[in-house]
């Protein structure tokens, strides 16, 4: 966001990075804690998303199995049960409408700071950007992309 709009600021970039990385931990906590817990069947937690997921069990009946949970953890369970897609577009608009507000209750950065930014930067600023790469960065970058979806791909 701070590239595209000159009216980001340094506070509410930092504001929203903390409040990502905070409720990013706190879901990583929550699933960690909620890993080995069983539910009132004697079946695990994820083996019964598992069979939601699927199809086998009813929304009615994974509410059933899944209550005397809800009713122990309370607000921890509620955040481990998000879906863990959804909990990340959640903190992503939490984090966006964050900095808008904070940029908008903020003064204006100077115009020094906009410089970097795409709106900022002079031609011969882009030139130089583009000269400081060449294919061996790019195909660096390729390797470091192949290993992040190796890393997702292996661990789901």
Not at 12 to 31: E, K, Y
Request: hydrophobic share 55%; charged share 15%; proline share 3%.
């Amino acid at each position: 966001m701070g590239v595209f709009w000159k009216r980001t600021t340094a506070p509410a970039a930092l504001w929203s990075f903390c409040i990502g990385v905070l409720g990013g931990f706190a879901r990583l906590a929550a699933d960690l804690m909620f890993r080995n817990v069983k539910a009132t069947n004697g079946n695990m937690l994820k083996d019964l998303k598992l069979h939601f997921d699927q199809g086998s069990l009813t929304a009615e009946q994974y509410a059933a199995l899944i209550a005397p949970l809800k009713q122990k953890f309370g607000l921890l369970f509620t955040l481990e049960n998000i879906h863990w897609l959804y909990w990340c577009l959640i903190l992503y608009a939490t984090t966006l409408v964050l900095m808008v507000v904070i940029c908008l209750l903020k003064p204006a950065s100077d115009t020094k700071t906009v410089k970097y930014t795409w709106y900022g930067a002079t031609p011969e600023e882009k030139v130089a950007t583009r000269a400081s790469w060449n294919a061996f960065d790019m195909v660096l970058s390729l390797v470091v992309v192949a290993c992040v979806v190796w890393f997702y791909v292996s661990f789901q």
